[in-house]
């Protein structure tokens, strides 16, 4: 069983709710988390389906997510990023969350749920690319990611002088920040013809590389981009993002 949870701050709401939280956990769902790779030590065992119903309940509250995040208690980051508000969302508390990210699972849910949704997204990703933690470096390219589906004014451009980004992290040998830096051009490749084109033409550079992970993503992006059927002006849809999430 799960540690019981010392809330740090005296505000209600954030009382109420981790006492939902850990009223509402079960050992069956903290116990499955070992399986898709992440941390268990301060969780509850909620799903991800009923954190997003009982976000629907509270309704966007900004200072309600940092006390959330600041709990450290992994059911209640996710809670956090559901209920934030993006456009109330500054670069050091950006900062501050892409530090603590600790799995995949609140990296990818954090990048696209909230930030993916502030303009400040694309100031982030070239620091985060940089950042030499992985699930940091990783947030760099879950942002691309959200981006690619849910920025629909983005210029090409502005992928585009991702590229860069994208084949100097590609030789990053960590497994979540591979499978990362794959998603990422895989969904930029599917946002329309032209970057579905310039996806293939950096994947064919990917697969000539002698490095072991960069050779993978190139491969990976190949095959699933000669699937893929591009629509201009159009992104990768919400529900293809979220197939794609599960597989990881």
Request: aromatic share 8%; hydrophobic share 45%.
């Amino acid at each position: 069983m799960a540690a019981r949870a010392r809330p740090s701050s005296g505000d209600a709401d954030l009382a109420r709710t981790i006492a939902w939280l850990e009223k509402t956990g079960t050992r069956t769902v903290r116990d499955g988390m070992a399986r898709y790779g992440i941390p268990a030590t301060k969780a509850f065992g909620v799903s991800v389906g009923t954190l997003k119903t009982h976000a629907k309940a509270l309704g966007k509250n900004h200072a309600l997510a940092l006390e959330l995040w600041s709990s450290g208690w992994y059911e209640a980051r996710l809670l956090a990023s559901f209920v934030a508000e993006p456009a109330q969302l500054v670069v050091s508390e950006m900062n501050a969350w892409a530090k603590d990210f600790d799995s995949w699972a609140v990296c990818d849910t954090v990048c696209f749920h909230a930030f993916d949704r502030t303009p400040l997204a694309w100031g982030r990703i070239a620091p985060w690319a940089a950042a030499s933690a992985e699930f940091h470096r990783r947030g760099a390219f879950a942002l691309l990611w959200g981006l690619s589906v849910h920025d629909r004014e983005a210029s090409d451009a502005a992928f585009l002088d991702c590229f860069a980004l994208i084949e100097k992290a590609a030789s990053d040998p960590r497994d979540y920040v591979k499978k990362g830096v794959d998603m990422a051009l895989r969904a930029i490749g599917k946002r329309n013809a032209s970057l579905h084109a310039a996806a293939l033409e950096l994947a064919a550079r990917l697969c000539e590389s002698e490095a072991g992970s960069a050779a993978w993503i190139g491969r990976s992006v190949q095959r699933d981009l000669a699937k893929a059927r591009p629509r201009a002006g159009k992104a990768a849809s919400p529900r293809a993002k979220t197939t794609q999430a599960r597989r990881r």
